[in-house]
Every structure is written in structure tokens, then in C-alpha cells.
């Protein structure tokens, strides 16, 4: 008798860690899948940001090459002529090229540090979910 009930309590024990297992597997399932998704997240705001990091630069390059084009050309009238025709607008939104040049809002710093604040945020939420 004393056999039986101590087989028994074994198998109750058994039945309860198997459980408490399974459990604590599905929890971390879940916060896995939290993980991932905060990754994918974080994946997709760096892309953004490379994207957008890569579309100044090319700005930046445009605008440099349009500076050099505009003193290469002579001071002279034909030289502006030729340029406001080839900006294709009515006379009087016709800019002188200096005046129209505005300081892009973020500098190449700025994003980069902003890149570096999104990481960390990432990393953190990843290491406490909520």
C-alpha cells in the first residue's frame, strides 16, 4: 500500500512539473516572439534612417555640384537666362541659386546620434519587456 501511494505521489509531481514546464515554455514563446518583433521594429527604423541618412547626402552632393556649376558659369546675362529657363519657373518665383539654398533641418551628427538613441531604446525594451 505504502508503494502504491508513494507511485502515486510521483506521477501527481510528475503531472505538476510537466506542467509548470510547459508553462514556463509558453511564457518564453511569447517573449520571444516580443523580441522578435522589437527587432523587426528596430530593423525597420535603421533602414529608414539609413534611407533617409543616404537621400541627404545625395542632396548634399546636389547641392554642392549645382553651387560649383553656378560660379563656373559667367556673371554675365546669357549665363542667367540660360539657368532660369532651365528651372522652367514663372518670372517672379525665379530665385538667385545662394538665396535658395536652406540648411538641411538634421545634420549627418544628428542622425547618427538619433540612430544611437533608437538602438539603445531598442536594447532596453529588449532586455525588460513591458
Avoid: C, F
Avoid at 534611407?51 to 542667367?80: F, I, L, N, V
Wanted: net charge positive; charged share 45%.
Amino acid at each position: 500500500k505504502k508503494v502504491n501511494q508513494r507511485q502515486t505521489r510521483m506521477a501527481d509531481l510528475l503531472v505538476r512539473y510537466k506542467k509548470l514546464l510547459e508553462d514556463a515554455q509558453e511564457e518564453n514563446r511569447v517573449l520571444q516572439q516580443t523580441v522578435d518583433e522589437q527587432d523587426r521594429d528596430k530593423a525597420r527604423l535603421l533602414a529608414k534612417l539609413r534611407r533617409a541618412e543616404d537621400q541627404m547626402r545625395a542632396d548634399e552632393r546636389g547641392w554642392k555640384t549645382s553651387q560649383s556649376d553656378a560660379r563656373a558659369k559667367s556673371p554675365g546675362k546669357r549665363g542667367k537666362q540660360d539657368k532660369a529657363r532651365s528651372q522652367k519657373l514663372p518670372r517672379n518665383l525665379r530665385v538667385s541659386e545662394p538665396d535658395r539654398h536652406v540648411e538641411p533641418a538634421m545634420t549627418i551628427l544628428d542622425l547618427e546620434e538619433k540612430r544611437e538613441v533608437v538602438a539603445e531604446e531598442a536594447d532596453r525594451a529588449r532586455r525588460n519587456p513591458p
